[in-house]
């Protein structure tokens, strides 16, 4: 099971980040690829597609194994370590797999 995220860096209050995930074949094909982000002391939170600002979006692209974060007007509350995790069923129980996550910085 591997994921890989990128697309992170340093951006301006007001601007756009895309953040991609990409896994190999056999994650993309059995686990669910998920979007977390964790800010500087906070626990680590879903971006669940059902709770998330209208300015968050999540797609994904099957032809590159990829699961698309789009972030826009962002904010400086935005600043946080974005990670990608897999989770996949194995011998009848969930396992989490994480990337090693991309630094979004939002500077006003």
């Known amino acids: 099971v591997q994921v890989m995220e990128s697309g992170g860096g340093s951006a301006q209050a007001g601007g756009s980040l895309k953040l991609s995930c990409v896994a190999n074949e056999y994650t993309y094909r059995v686990c669910g690829l998920e979007w977390y982000r964790q800010a500087p002391g906070q626990a680590r939170k879903l971006l669940s597609v059902?709770?998330?600002?209208?300015r968050f979006s999540i797609s994904h692209d099957d032809a590159k194994r990829t699961r698309i974060l789009q972030i826009n007007d962002l904010k400086t509350d935005d600043t946080a370590m974005y990670y990608c995790?897999?989770?996949?069923?194995?011998?009848?129980?969930?396992?989490?797999?994480w990337g090693q996550g991309t630094q979004v910085t939002v500077s006003s």
């Open positions: 995790a897999a989770k996949c069923w194995e011998s009848g129980h969930l396992k989490t797999y």
């Open positions: 059902d709770s998330m600002e209208a």
